[in-house]
Antibody
Framework: QVHLQESGPGLVKPSGTLSLTCAVS?????????WTWVRQPPGEGLEFIGE???????NYNSSLKSRITISLDTSKKQFSLKLNSVTAADSAVYFC??????????????????WGQGILVTVSS | EIVLTQSPGTLSLSPGERATLSCRAS???????LAWYQQKPGQAPRLLIY???SRATGIPDRFSGSGSGTDFTLTISRMEPEDFAVYYC?????????FGPGTKVEIK
């Protein structure tokens, strides 16, 4: 069973860089699927940040694309998020998850499952 | 970018009652790219439904999904105490994933 665990600083200064890592256990990180970051500001909804494929390709939210880098380290079985030039608006719980796929009725369905427990990151001086 | 709208914003029900949650897309969405998640306070979202109508592993059959095009529905046939939570729909199109704002199902 796949297990995901986020780690990183819980406090980042404005204009600094938010750096998080997601450790993957119970599955091969390089076999297939995409490895994804989603965030949730306190009391608000979910926002897709971006993802990295098992082969290193990336797909970013267009609204964040200029500030983010997501990378994969297969040897350490982890993937990482870097978000630069942060402001208070970037304060949120950050979740890592796996985007997997399944064939249904001749089509491909995507789903985010499982999820890490999430890590709260606050941007403040 | 496709925008998802969920209604109602809050649904007040008693245990045993039926819940009907709506997710409407600003443009047509492939059914295979529509999923539903449940989130309880302080927890990560949990996958309930993928492909608009397929239940994820371990999800009870009181949860069902339906719909196509721009209108999708999550139905909980009989609310159990553990089902009171926030529910999000999510779609994928043009390499972009978006979530709806959520429907909170609270105890009446």
């Amino acid at each position: 069973q796949v297990h995901l665990q986020e780690s990183g600083p819980g406090l980042v200064k404005p204009s600094g860089t938010l750096s998080l890592t997601c450790a993957v256990s119970g599955d091969s990180i390089s076999d297939s699927d995409w490895w994804t970051w989603v965030r949730q500001p306190p009391g608000e909804g979910l926002e897709f940040i971006g993802e990295v494929s098992h082969s290193g390709s990336t797909n970013y939210n267009s609204s964040l694309k200029s500030r983010i880098t997501i990378s994969l380290d297969t040897s350490k079985k982890q993937f990482s998020l870097k978000l630069n030039s942060v402001t208070a608006a970037d304060s949120a719980v950050y979740f890592c998850t796996r985007r997997s796929h399944m064939a249904i009725f001749g089509l491909v369905a995507f789903m985010f499952d499982p999820w890490g427990q999430g890590i709260l990151v606050t941007v403040s001086s | 970018e496709i925008v998802l709208t969920q209604s109602p914003g809050t649904l007040s029900l008693s245990p045993g009652e039926r819940a009907t949650l709506s997710c409407r897309a600003s443009q047509s969405v492939s059914s295979s790219y529509l999923a539903w998640y449940q989130q309880k306070p302080g927890q990560a979202p949990r996958l309930l439904i993928y492909g608009a109508s397929s239940r994820a592993t371990g999800i009870p059959d009181r949860f069902s999904g339906s719909g196509s095009g721009t209108d999708f529905t999550l139905t909980i046939s009989r609310m159990e105490p553990e089902d009171f939570a926030v529910y999000y729909c999510q779609q994928f199109a043009n390499a972009a994933f978006t979530f709806g704002p959520g429907t909170k199902v609270e105890i009446k």
